[in-house]
DNA sequence: CTGAAAGCGCTTACAG
DNA sequence: CTGAAAGCGCTTACAG
């Protein structure tokens, strides 16, 4: 609407309700299809509604109490650290999916840390603007996960391990995922396997990262872990420095795919071919793992998927229905970068 | 706050009103740090308000008009096209540094398509709940830039080429970028040169196609323009018809990394040599062109920084300040994957 | 410096 | 089926 000066004038319900003779109670329950108003008077006030291009007023019905059909992700995510970009745009693409389907909006947030997001947490939940949150890389006593704990809102924790009325979580079972990939590695042969691990600070890195040993002692193969942080320098150093050692692994697992390319180019610079003399395996598969020569054997996890899962897990929370935990499987595809270990060093 | 039956209840600046024993209107003063309450009141105010761990309601303070220190996002991302992901991520990311700086907060929305995204504006509008929006991927007649036109709400077009009172564009120099792409090429000795597309309904991609045939014709060089869609699939396809060529170019163009890369691997498949066989050139510039081997050879212009200028550039629109248009230069950073054209075919 | 009141746009009991 | 009123939490004139 425009005023007598030309300035744009905001359209309410009142507006509405004044053009079509009624109260804004009638409006409120014509556009919300309530019933409470003849089909007569409904028509008259939608079509008014749309003449004016009306739209709702999200803050006034979220300070009604009005659940605001929307799911809540604060994000820290400091900048260096690229590769969780990937990661992060396809798995809100999957949350997406999956809220979509179901009408509800996801609301992004970026924080600085981890402080902040918590603080973004208490406002949404002040607020009534979100019904439910997601939480991504959970630590050891996470201080965001005790909050929302106290608060008693919905949330589903993307790779934690709480679990209560209000609390899910979404575990990908890395210690098995990381068991199918040395498996993949024996099969071919494989006796000493390199680790290039992503921020250890992650429970499910730590996850992996045990999971690696026991394997490792279980099938008395030699195996080794250097920690990274997700950067493709440390994965070049890490890379060189396993290569360097007297026992050099013929294998490396790296847990995410720009490191996996890193190390990669490390093993071409150090004159080493992929795979005649190392298997390359990164845990994470993407659509460049599969156009890359040569190409990348991964774990077919993507986080598409993680995040579709996650975000029906919150929609069963919210609409208080039992959450659905399917165990999640994953096998590895094979592709150029892995190959039976050639004879004797 | 907990209820007698245990329940948790809303904190308001009632409640610390009540306990402070002033009323709601000086707590509203203390705690937004406007002048008109003593030191002692604002002291206590806001020592109970971290006490009872109060936090502001957003609804409430956005339906009463006041800015909210948001920009909105809203995005339409159809879920096949990769290649956009890396950019957006990005993109965000940038945009996030550059607005958390000036403490405003980013609002990401995900749309079906760009009638949801129009829907949405209005939204955020009606509801005063975003100080400005950005928008991604202009078309030409661009439907949401008309409407945002009509709402008189700060708006900044990334990539368009509208500018008002309440609207400013981001126009990176395609035209000249693709002409500095060019000219490393020539430079090198190349005298026939393939450009395998994005998706053409964007305008900086037409803008792109048109330099790039008029540097052809002035300089009197082979060119060939092939239709893609930022997926692998067209750019192998593309690729392998380039080669295909009785006049087959020593050099090919690609408007992304991930194409750059399907490229690559087309003409690994073929045989031809990256660079002595055929040179190729990635538009887009990332942490995994760097990490490959061959290094790729790309335009030095990231998402990153571009996400900044754009947000830069919506916050003078806010602020009232008149947007500054920095001319943005472009140079090609040469790696591994661009060589001299080696003789005659 | 402080208090009482109005109102942002909407929904929801409660009467008629 | 419709109308009048209260109230969500906050801010901002306006009085004292």
Redesign the pocket.
């Given at each position: 609407m425009v005023d007598s000066r030309g300035r744009t004038q905001?359209?309410?319900?009142?507006d509405i309700a004044s053009r079509a003779?009624?109260?804004?109670?009638?409006?409120?329950?014509a556009?919300?299809g309530?019933?409470?108003?003849?089909?007569?008077?409904r028509d008259r006030v939608l079509q008014i509604a749309r003449e004016l291009a009306?739209?709702?007023?999200h803050?006034?019905?979220t300070?009604?109490?009005?659940s605001t059909h929307a799911v809540g992700l604060a994000l820290t995510r400091p900048e260096r650290v690229i590769e969780q970009e990937a990661f992060f745009a396809r798995f809100i693409t999957g949350a997406q999916a999956a809220l979509s389907r179901q009408h509800f909006s996801l609301q992004l947030q970026m924080a600085p840390d981890l402080a902040s997001e918590s603080t973004i947490h208490a406002e949404w939940v002040?607020a009534n603007s979100v019904d439910g949150i997601i939480v991504l890389d959970p630590r050891s006593h996470d201080p965001r996960v005790e909050q929302l704990e106290r608060l008693g809102h919905p949330a589903v924790i993307v790779g934690g391990e709480w679990n209560s009325a209000t609390i899910a979580s979404i575990r990908p079972d890395d210690a098995e995922f990381m068991r199918t990939i040395l498996r993949h590695l024996t099969s071919l042969g494989h006796r000493r396997i390199g680790y290039v691990t992503g921020e250890q600070s992650f429970l499910h890195i730590r996850t992996r990262i045990d999971a690696f040993n026991g394997f490792m002692v279980d099938a008395g193969v030699w195996g080794a872990v250097l920690a990274g942080n997700f950067t493709p320098e440390r994965a070049v150093d890490a890379t060189d420095r396993l290569m360097a050692s007297p026992s050099r692994p013929t294998a490396v697992v790296y847990d995410s795919e720009l490191m996996a390319i890193a190390g990669m180019g490390a093993l071409s610079t150090a004159g080493l071919g992929v795979p005649s003399d190392v298997s390359v395996v990164s845990w994470e598969d993407s659509l460049v793992c599969q156009v890359l020569r040569p190409s990348l054997t991964t774990l077919d996890r993507d986080a598409v998927s993680l995040g579709k899962r996650s975000a029906a897990a919150l929609l069963s929370l919210i609409g208080g229905e039992p959450v659905d935990q399917p165990t999640t499987t994953a096998s590895v595809i094979h592709r150029d970068s892995t190959a039976a270990v050639s004879d004797a060093p």
């Open positions: 905001r359209v309410t319900i009142a003779g009624v109260t804004s109670s009638a409006v409120s329950l556009v919300n309530k019933p409470g108003v003849s089909d007569a008077t009306w739209r709702p007023n803050a006034a019905r300070l009604r109490g009005v002040a």
